[in-house]
C-alpha cells in the first residue's frame, strides 16, 4: 500500500479548503464572466540585497518604488519611478545611516502629495533598548533628488517603539500619517519598555494608534490619539473615501481579542474606533500581520487575516458608506498554507488582492485575485512561485494603474534578498 508523503497529504489538505472558496469566488454569479488575470515580469530597478519594498502611485500617475539596502555598516533608503510600461527614472538616495531600526514588517514608506512633493520615513534607534526607536520623517521639493532634515513625528527622547506607519494627503502640501505609538507603554514601565516579544501590558497600559498633519514646511500642525489598545506589531493602512480617511488597524480588546478596527477623519475630527468585523479572534500576542484598505468614493473595502474559525483565513468586507458599515465578511482563501500578509487596490470598481502562501519545499506563492465591487465574483492568477521561508518574503505591494495590477515582493537568492516585480492585466 501507498502511504501519502507529509507534503501530499499537506497538498491534499490545502486543495480540499482551497477548492469550494474558489469555486464560490468565481460561481456566485456567472452570467456576466470575468476576464482571466494573466501576468509577466516587471523589471526592477533594485540591486541584489534589496528589500522592505514600498510601491506608492503618484497623482501624477507614476509609479513610485522604494527600498532598503546594504550601505557600508548601516542601510540606505532608496527611491526610483516610472509611469506604467515605461523605463524607470534614475535612482535616488533617500537617506542612509548606520542606526537605523530595520524590520521585515515595520517597513519606511513613500508618499506623493499633489503639490509635487515627496515624503518619506524610515526608523531610527533613540535611546539604549532594541526596542528604542522612532520615526524619522522628510520631505523633498525637487521629486526626491534632495530632502529636508529628518525630523521625529513623536516627542523627541520618547523611550520605546514608534512605527507601522501610514500616509494620506490631508490637504494642499499636507501630510497625514498615522502610526502605532508605545508612549504610555513606556511611561508605565518607569521609561523601560518589553519591546515586541511578550506585548504585554504595564499596569493597564498598551500600544496606541496616534495620527498627525504635518505641514509644507514639515512642522506637526495637529496630533491625536485615536486608539488607547492596539496590537504591538501589526501594520496600519490608511484610504480615502468620499466621507474623508479610513485608518484600519488591528485592535486589542479585553480578553485579548485582536480583531480589525477603523477610524475616520472627516477633516476636523475622527470616529470614535468600530471593528470592521468582530471575528472574535483570541490570541494573547501579536500575530505580525495587519489590514489592508482600499477605497473609491463612498465605498471602502477591507481585507486581513484572522483565526477566529480555527484556520488561518483572509476574508475581505466592503462599505457602501465611507466605513460607518460594512457587509458581512467574504472568505478569500482559507488554510494553513496562508502567511497573513494581504495587499488590495481598486480601480474601476474592482478590487484587487495579493497575498503570499507558503509550500512546503522551501518555496512561496504570490497570489493575485480580482473581484467585482461587491466581491461576489473573482478570477485567481497565480503570480510568482519563489525561493523563501517565512518572513523572509516580507510584505507584498501592489499598485493599480493603467488598467494593470503592478506588484512586488521580495525573494531570497542563495542566502540574499532580491525584489522582483510582475504586471497582471
Known sequence: MHT??????????????????????????????VRPLQAQPWTLPA????????????????????????????????????????????????????????NWADTPHVYALGDGSLWAHWLRNTGPSRMDYGIALARSGDDGYSWTP?????????RGDHGFVSFWEQGQGQLGIAWL????????????????????????????LRAA???????????????????????????????????????????EIRDIRIVRFDGQAWTPPRPVHADGWHFAGCPVNGPAVAAQG??????????????????????????DSFAAPVTLVRGP??????????????????????L??????????????????????????????GRASGMPRMQVADGAAWLVWTEVVDGTPALRGAVAR
Open 4 to 33: 501519502p508523503s507529509p507534503s501530499s497529504h499537506w497538498r491534499a489538505t490545502v486543495a480540499a479548503l482551497l477548492l469550494p472558496l474558489l469555486l464560490a469566488a468565481c460561481g456566485r454569479d456567472t452570467e456576466t464572466p
Open 47 to 102: 540591486p541584489p540585497g534589496a528589500a522592505q519594498p514600498d510601491l506608492v502611485r503618484a497623482p501624477d500617475g507614476r509609479l513610485l518604488l522604494s527600498w532598503l539596502e546594504p550601505a557600508g555598516d548601516g542601510h540606505r533608503l532608496r527611491l526610483a519611478g516610472t509611469r506604467p510600461g515605461a523605463d524607470w527614472e534614475p535612482t535616488r538616495t533617500i537617506a542612509e545611516g548606520s542606526d537605523w531600526f530595520v
Open 150 to 158: 529628518a525630523a521625529a513625528v513623536h516627542p523627541g527622547g520618547s
Open 181 to 208: 505609538d508605545s508612549r504610555q507603554k513606556a511611561a508605565a514601565a518607569g521609561g523601560g519598555h518589553d519591546g515586541h516579544d511578550g506585548d504585554g501590558h504595564h499596569g493597564g497600559a498598551a500600544m496606541m
Open 213 to 255: 498633519v504635518h505641514g509644507a514646511d514639515g512642522a506637526q500642525l495637529r496630533e491625536w490619539p485615536l486608539d488607547a489598545s492596539t496590537c504591538d506589531c501589526c501594520p496600519t493602512a490608511a484610504a480615502r473615501s468620499g466621507k474623508g480617511v479610513v485608518v484600519v488597524y488591528r485592535g486589542r480588546g479585553a480578553g
Open 298 to 323: 463612498p465605498r471602502v473595502w477591507v481585507a486581513w487575516y484572522t483565526e477566529a474559525g480555527g484556520w488561518p483565513e483572509l476574508r475581505a468586507a466592503v462599505s457602501q458608506d465611507g466605513g
Open 337 to 358: 498554507q496562508l502567511l497573513g500578509r494581504v495587499a488590495v487596490a481598486a480601480a474601476d470598481d474592482q478590487l484587487y488582492a495579493a497575498w503570499l502562501e507558503e
Open 360 to 389: 512546503p519545499e522551501g518555496l512561496q506563492l504570490l497570489r493575485l485575485m480580482r473581484y467585482t465591487a461587491d466581491l461576489r465574483r473573482g478570477e485567481m492568477q497565480v503570480v510568482a512561485t519563489f525561493p523563501a521561508r
